[in-house]
């Protein structure tokens, strides 16, 4: 049970990323990297996610049926902690390049 437990979670932790990205990709579609799937993305995207659904529902069906309530139960109570824990949001760090030009150009003289 702990094994099925485990592969479940690893795959849910992994695929959350990739459908919260696929799902948000006209966002970020014009900022594409050095390494990029191009037009196959999407294909790629609807596999993995396809591919996670099928392995968490076989790794929960009997004997290890207990599992799934492990993780359906886990994911209940993130669900709660973050209802009750109020708003969340992410921040990049504010640079201030110019302070940091001025404190370096003030060390050389």
């Not at 529902?57 to 004997?63: A, K, Q």
């Not at 599992?67 to 359906?72: E, F, N, V, Y």
Request: charged share 10%; with cysteine.
């Amino acid at each position: 049970m702990v094994a099925s437990i485990s592969v479940v979670g690893f795959y849910l932790s992994y695929i959350i990323p990739v459908f919260l990205g696929w799902r948000r990709k006209s966002q970020w579609a014009g900022k594409l990297g050095v390494f990029h799937l191009g037009s196959h993305s999407n294909l790629i995207n609807a596999i993995a996610v396809a591919w996670t659904v099928f392995v968490c529902i076989l790794m929960v069906m009997p004997p290890d049926a207990r599992a799934g309530l492990a993780i359906l139960g886990m994911m209940a109570g993130l669900f709660v902690l973050h209802f009750f824990t109020g708003p969340h949001e992410i921040r990049k760090p504010l640079w201030d390049l110019t302070a940091e030009n001025s404190v370096s150009s003030n060390k050389d003289s």
